[in-house]
């Protein structure tokens, strides 16, 4: 006779290892299904950039990351709105400097379809006066076309989150150009008169001001910038972002 046969406990634990075993697939089958259900959206990007070989390189990058999708590209300001209209992308990534419409004027149109629009500049300008003005008009994020790829893709995610990001060395020209005085809106209109070689007769005569206005102007300048000729004031207003020459 089969003592096996006639044992209890191997039948029991035969009854184990088969519910064991049976467990294992059910939970085997279920880890999958879950790991379906909660696979994560991608993040939808637009890129608007003029630079051809810039949007190439960025699609490229982005095509690296699972969790991270292009849905658009434009080459300037005017596409880049009528896109993101028709896509609604979680995050745009910008240029500052484009045909038709700048990045400026692009943020603000973008913004007024939706004000939480998710918008990070990526520039070559890293002026003060350029970083203020792209943070006033709503962009979550100023960085520089030299970042590193993975400091661009960390604040794609970043952004995409809510959080805005700002690296500390254009935070610091943030903090400076807040903590500066401000030329008025008169002030800038002697300023890029004075970029372009005019004399305060000629400034004056465009301003419909007398030459003794115009001359206080310019020396309010000069202390606003903490300069002492015209020419270091152009020099530094060019370096700041204030004027374009």
Same mark, same amino acid.
């Given at each position: 006779?089969?003592?096996?046969?006639?044992? #209890?406990?191997?039948?029991?634990?035969?009854?184990?290892?088969?519910?064991?075993?049976?467990?294992?697939?059910?939970?085997?089958?279920?880890?999958?299904?879950?790991?379906?259900?909660?696979? $994560?959206?991608?993040?939808?990007?637009?890129?608007?950039?003029?630079?051809?070989?810039?949007?190439?390189?960025?699609?490229?990058?982005?095509?690296?990351?699972?969790?991270?999708?292009? @849905?658009?590209?434009?080459?300037?300001? =005017?596409?880049?709105?009528?896109?993101?209209?028709?896509? +609604?992308? !979680?995050?745009?990534?910008?240029?500052? =400097?484009?045909?038709?419409?700048?990045?400026?004027?692009?943020? $603000?149109?973008?913004?007024?379809?939706?004000?939480?629009? +998710?918008?990070?500049?990526?520039?070559?300008?890293?002026? !003060?006066?350029?970083?203020?003005?792209?943070?006033?008009?709503?962009? $979550?994020?100023?960085?520089?076309?030299?970042?590193?790829? !993975?400091?661009? @893709? !960390?604040?794609?995610?970043?952004? +995409?989150?809510?959080?805005?990001?700002? #690296?500390?060395?254009?935070?610091? $020209?943030?903090?400076?150009?807040?903590?500066?005085?401000?030329?008025?809106?008169?002030?800038?209109?002697?300023?890029?008169?004075?970029?372009?070689?005019?004399?305060?007769?000629?400034?004056?005569?465009?301003?419909?001001?007398?030459?003794?206005?115009?001359?206080?102007?310019?020396?309010?300048?000069?202390?606003?910038?903490?300069?002492?000729?015209?020419?270091?004031?152009?020099?530094?207003?060019?370096?700041?972002?204030?004027?374009?020459?």
């Amino acid at each position: 006779m089969n003592a096996t046969a006639n044992d #209890p406990n191997s039948e029991l634990r035969n009854r184990y290892l088969a519910k064991t075993q049976e467990d294992r697939s059910g939970s085997s089958g279920n880890g999958k299904e879950k790991s379906s259900s909660v696979k $994560k959206e991608r993040i939808r990007i637009l890129i608007a950039d003029d630079h051809t070989v810039v949007r190439e390189g960025l699609v490229a990058l982005t095509k690296r990351k699972s969790d991270m999708v292009v @849905v658009a590209e434009a080459s300037n300001g =005017r596409e880049t709105v009528d896109l993101w209209k028709q896509y +609604h992308p !979680d995050v745009t990534l910008l240029d500052l =400097r484009m045909p038709q419409l700048d990045g400026l004027g692009t943020i $603000k149109e973008i913004r007024e379809v939706d004000p939480n629009a +998710h918008i990070m500049v990526l520039t070559t300008y890293d002026g !003060d006066e350029d970083i203020y003005r792209a943070i006033k008009a709503g962009a $979550k994020a100023y960085l520089l076309k030299d970042t590193a790829r !993975d400091a661009i @893709v !960390d604040c794609v995610r970043r952004v +995409h989150a809510g959080e805005t990001y700002l #690296p500390p060395p254009l935070a610091a $020209k943030l903090a400076e150009r807040v903590s500066s005085a401000a030329l008025s809106q008169r002030e800038m209109e002697v300023l890029q008169r004075m970029a372009t070689g005019k004399s305060n007769k000629e400034i004056g005569a465009e301003l419909f001001i007398s030459d003794g206005t115009v001359k206080t102007h310019v020396r309010s300048i000069f202390t606003k910038l903490d300069v002492v000729s015209r020419t270091e004031a152009i020099a530094t207003s060019t370096r700041r972002g204030l004027i374009r020459l």
